[in-house]
């Protein structure tokens, strides 16, 4: 009996987990579409209901509707972690962490006033539409983008700080020249200045007065120009290197060309077998 029972608590796991995460059947489909109208519709009533004369009009309404949601994604993610063949791996996972996201603002708004807006982080959960619709040529592109932001990821990491102490220095240097009596009154606001400067933003809340100062925000300003696209320079050209397609350090014993494709056995130039 007891083994009885556990078989079908098993069937009924392998059941629901066909549904939740497999495409290619009716049922499969039907769910994911139905899953995507229901985020994209609670999406709607959290960012409507933080428009204030809809708020005033249909508050009501958009409260029973954002709990409703709410409640049918806990049964959802309940139900994922319930079929997850490796739950922790899941619970941790990405989508894992966003569906969580996409319940907990809901609850928290009940001692936290305002986190229920929170809740428009559920946006996130359509990336799933990248599963349902198969664009598996997307995810080979965003794999792309993401290997090159890994591979520079040093690079980037030395630029920024070089760009912190340059923004520290030229914070500095402008407290010095223009002090508390023209608005700089720390070193922090300075600071924060020279990035409002360098970054081209100019919010125009700091300015310096004295003409020695005007020479440093101009310095700071052609530095900025000069250095906003390093951060892009090196993401471009690992970006590049790792589209390149790969090839095999082979060299054709007739014409000599080196570097083929993995998988060629003839040479690209001249025809002959490569492999000899």
Known sequence: MKQTTTEAVTHFRN??????????????????????????ASVAVVMLDSVLFMRLQYGTLFWY?????????????ALRLFSAPNRLRYAFSFFGIVDLLS??????????????????????????IFRV???????QQAGFLASALKTSQQKITVFFLSLVL?????????YVIEG??????????S????????????????????????????????????IIAVPTGIFTSELARNMR???????????????????ADYCDRCGHALHV
């Open 65 to 77: 509707a954002e709990w409703f949601f709410t409640i049918l994604f806990t049964i959802e993610y």
């Open 15 to 40: 059941r629901i987990h066909i549904i939740i995460e497999g495409t290619d059947t009716r049922l499969g489909k039907f769910f994911d579409i139905l899953l995507l109208i229901a985020i994209v």
């Open 133 to 139: 619709l198969k664009l598996k040529t997307y995810m």
């Open 191 to 226: 600071i924060y200045w020279a990035v409002v400067t360098m970054t081209t933003v100019g919010y125009g809340d700091l300015s310096p007065k004295t003409p020695l100062g005007q020479t440093i925000a101009t310095m700071v300003m052609i530095t900025g120009y000069s």
């Open 245 to 263: 397609p790969q090839l095999s350090p082979v060299t054709c014993p007739n014409c000599g060309k080196f570097g083929h494709a993995m998988a």
């Open 180 to 189: 508390p009596e023209n608005g700089f009154t720390s070193i922090p606001l």
């Open 103 to 128: 319940v907990l603002p809901s609850y928290l708004s009940l001692m936290f006033v305002g986190m229920q807006y929170l809740l428009v982080i559920r946006i996130l959960r359509i990336l799933r």
């Open 166 to 174: 340059l923004v520290t220095i030229f914070g500095s240097i402008i």
